[in-house]
C-alpha cells in the first residue's frame, strides 16, 4: 500500500481532492468519499497511460550531503565553528556600524 498526500477542498457544492505536488492530478464529487474515488480513477488512468515514469533515487548521500555529520566526533569543531561565527560577527559589526 502506498499513501499519498491528498488536499480536500469544497468550492460550488464540489469537494476536489488533489494530490498534494500534482496540482493537475485530482478528482471532483460530491462528497469526500467521491472526490477521493474520482482521484484513484485519476491515478489508475494516468498510470494506465504511461503518462507517469518511475525514477530511481540512490539511498546513498552525494556531494555536499555526503558530509553530513562527518566533523560531529571532531574535538576541533567546536572552535572551528566559534571562530566562524565570530568572524561573521565582526564583519556584520564593520558593514552595519551602530
Not at 19 to 38: N, R
Not at 60 to 86: K, M, N
Request: glycine fraction near 8%; charge should be negative.
Amino acid at each position: 500500500m502506498l499513501k499519498m498526500a491528498v488536499r480536500m477542498t469544497a468550492e460550488n457544492g464540489k469537494v476536489r481532492a488533489t494530490l498534494l505536488g500534482s496540482p493537475i492530478t485530482y478528482g471532483e464529487g460530491a462528497t469526500p468519499d467521491k472526490a477521493m474515488d474520482a482521484l484513484n480513477a485519476e491515478l489508475v488512468r494516468v498510470i494506465q497511460n504511461r503518462e507517469v515514469n518511475w525514477a530511481v533515487f540512490n539511498d546513498e548521500p552525494e556531494g555536499l550531503l555526503a558530509l553530513a555529520g562527518s566533523l560531529q566526533d571532531d574535538p576541533d569543531i567546536d572552535g572551528i565553528v566559534a571562530e566562524a561565527y565570530r568572524l561573521r560577527d565582526e564583519q556584520k559589526r564593520l558593514e552595519f556600524p551602530e
